[in-house]
Structures are given as C-alpha cells and as structure tokens.
C-alpha cells in the first residue's frame, strides 16, 4: 500500500467516525452542537479532496521524503481508527 492510499483510508474513516458522531449527536438531542461537529467533519472531505493522485515527477525522493511521507500516512490512519471509535463510542453511549 503506497503512502497516497494510507491517506486516503485514514480520511475516510476520520470521515465515518465523524459522521457517526454527527448522528449521535443528533439522536441525543444535541442539535445546535451536531451542527458544529457537521461542519468540523467537513474538513476531513476537504482534506479528502486534496490527496495527490500522482508523485512528483521533477524531484527525486530523499530518505527524509520518504520517512516523512510515511510517517504522515501511519499518523492518518491511527487518527482515523482513532476518530472511527470516537464516533462508534458515541453512537453507543448517546445513541
């Protein structure tokens, strides 16, 4: 799995988890705070729409590139499952 794709994955379950948490907040009667943490969610789709669909073709990748690069795809996928439980374990307990 290249870099690109472990962005991708870690949004869209930042994406989920946020939703999820939209609903529970909505089920629990939270309106006016749903409608906050709708607009806070909008960032991950935001976010989603600027990953790179290609590498940079004029610079060739240096070790730091590379380590960076994939440290920031690990940090987006933790941050992801992270988010997805936020959003399971809300639903749960205002569900």
Same mark, same amino acid.
């Given at each position: 799995?290249?870099?690109?794709? @472990? ?6 379950? @930042? +994406? $989920?988890?946020?939703? $999820? =948490? $939209? %609903?529970? +907040?909505? +089920?629990a009667g939270a309106f006016g705070i749903a409608v906050? %943490?709708?607009?806070? #969610?909008?960032?991950?789709?935001? %976010? ?13 990748? #240096? +070790? /730091?590139?590379?380590v960076a690069t994939w440290g920031g795809a690990v940090l /987006? ?8 439980? $936020? ?5 749960? =307990?205002?569900?």
């Amino acid at each position: 799995m290249e870099p690109r794709q @472990c962005h991708v994955v870690g949004l869209v379950l @930042c +994406l $989920v988890g946020g939703l $999820v =948490t $939209v %609903a529970s +907040l909505a +089920l629990a009667g939270a309106f006016g705070i749903a409608v906050l %943490a709708l607009a806070a #969610t909008g960032s991950f789709a935001l %976010a989603l729409s600027n990953v790179s669909d290609r590498e940079p073709f004029d610079i060739e990748p #240096t +070790l /730091s590139y590379r380590v960076a690069t994939w440290g920031g795809a690990v940090l /987006s996928l933790a941050l992801g499952l992270l988010m997805l439980g $936020v959003g399971i374990y809300s639903f749960v =307990t205002f569900g």
